[in-house]
């Protein structure tokens, strides 16, 4: 059958073998990842027919109410990728402590962190959620033999160290958005095959827009630099920026970024009044999609330096995340400094 698509797995095949920018084990792990999301994808397309939205009335870790779908989302990585034998733990928005891997399997040199649903207030809705993945390394024991414990300490490595990172939307269609380091590129589901198929390769991030993202209703806490961004977008034509700006927010940081990363925007949940620290975190959502964004030639800041650059101090932390096109991203950078 020729068909002359790239399946993800020729892709990272391709990788490995020409390139030699993953090895064997990094590739099974991020297709191990996929097929964990394309099984998410399913319960998610499911909806109320396979009893799956609404409330799991319980508590995660951040105090926030936990959907059906973030439990099964969560189960359905672990249960994926605590086999194969490439990992030393995970770690999930969802559960407290790093999840180590089972002592009946063999353990691998990566670590795994994911926000397995994000969005989660959109699932009832029926509004695109998705899946955050990053892969860092383990760092080898103080022996030299084997690799650390993987504990908590393990994972405190900043975004700069991250090896690859993803996220899968899952929208009209099901997308998988993918970097190894070379580039930002896309994968379409193809259902009926069952198979990731490269759409979008080399994605690339418009360096100016007049479209941004923020909740608006956190305008009256938020810090002077962004309320001053802000209010010139909002001024439009006849204002500083001399032109007119367009607004949009899903909820869902999967689907503003796969916005941003298609025609370009700006998107920020900054520090405020009430999210001291910020509202996104640092490990399992900012800094995937910085290394994504940066990769795709735009920008992603804390609004102080470069995002990928924070030392993580916990594993649930808490940042401020200012990333899209490039000029309007460092437009704010200098507002912060002023
Ligand atoms: P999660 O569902 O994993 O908790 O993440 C939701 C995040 C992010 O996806 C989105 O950009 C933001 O929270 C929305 O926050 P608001 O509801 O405050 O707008
Ligand atoms: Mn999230
Ligand atoms: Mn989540």
Redesign the pocket.
């Known amino acids: 059958m020729a068909t002359g698509r790239i399946s993800l797995t020729r892709f990272l095949i391709e990788r490995q073998r020409d390139k030699a920018l993953i090895n064997a084990d990094l590739r099974l792990l991020i297709e191990t990842v996929a097929r964990a999301c394309k099984a998410i994808s399913h319960a998610v397309n499911k909806g109320a027919l396979a009893g799956n939205l609404g409330s799991a009335g319980t508590d995660n870790v ?1 105090g ?1 109410v936990q959907k059906k779908l ?1 439990v099964l989302s969560n189960e359905i990585l672990l249960e994926a990728n605590e086999w194969g034998g490439n990992l030393a733990a995970l770690a999930s ?1 969802e559960m407290e402590d790093p999840h180590p891997i089972p002592t009946h399997f063999p353990k691998g040199e990566y670590l795994l962190l994911f ?1 397995p ?6 699932i009832d809705v029926n509004v695109s ?1 998705g899946t ?1 993945f990053s892969v860092l390394r383990c760092p080898k024991a103080a022996s030299g033999e084997g690799y650390c414990e993987a504990d908590e300490k393990a994972f405190l490595q900043p975004g700069t160290a991250q090896i690859a990172a993803g996220f899968a939307v899952y929208g009209p269609t099901t997308m998988l958005v993918l970097t190894v380091g070379d580039g930002t590129h896309g994968f379409t589901l193809d259902r009926e095959m069952g198979s990731f198929v490269l759409t979008h390769p080399d994605i690339r991030i418009p360096e100016d827009t007049a479209e941004f993202a923020i ?1 608006m ?2 305008m009256r806490r938020w810090e002077a630099p962004v309320k001053r961004y802000i209010d010139e977008c909002l001024a439009g034509k006849t204002g500083p920026r001399g032109k007119d700006f367009n607004m949009r ?6 689907a ?1 970024v796969y916005r941003i990363i298609t025609r370009g925007g700006i ?1 920020m ?1 900054p520090r405020d009044d009430k999210n001291k620290a910020g ?3 640092l490990m ?2 900012a800094n995937p999609m910085s290394f994504i964004i940066e990769q795709a030639g735009g920008a992603s800041t804390d609004g102080r330096g470069r995002l990928m650059e924070v030392k993580p101090e916990g594993l649930h932390q808490r940042v401020a995340v200012i990333l899209g096109s490039k000029n309007e991203v460092e437009r704010v950078t200098a507002y912060h400094k002023e």
């Open positions: 951040q926030e973030d928005e926000d649903l994000d969005g989660s207030s959109n959620v955050i909740n209703s956190n927010w899903v909820a869902s940081m999967v503003d998107f949940y509202r996104l975190r399992y959502e």
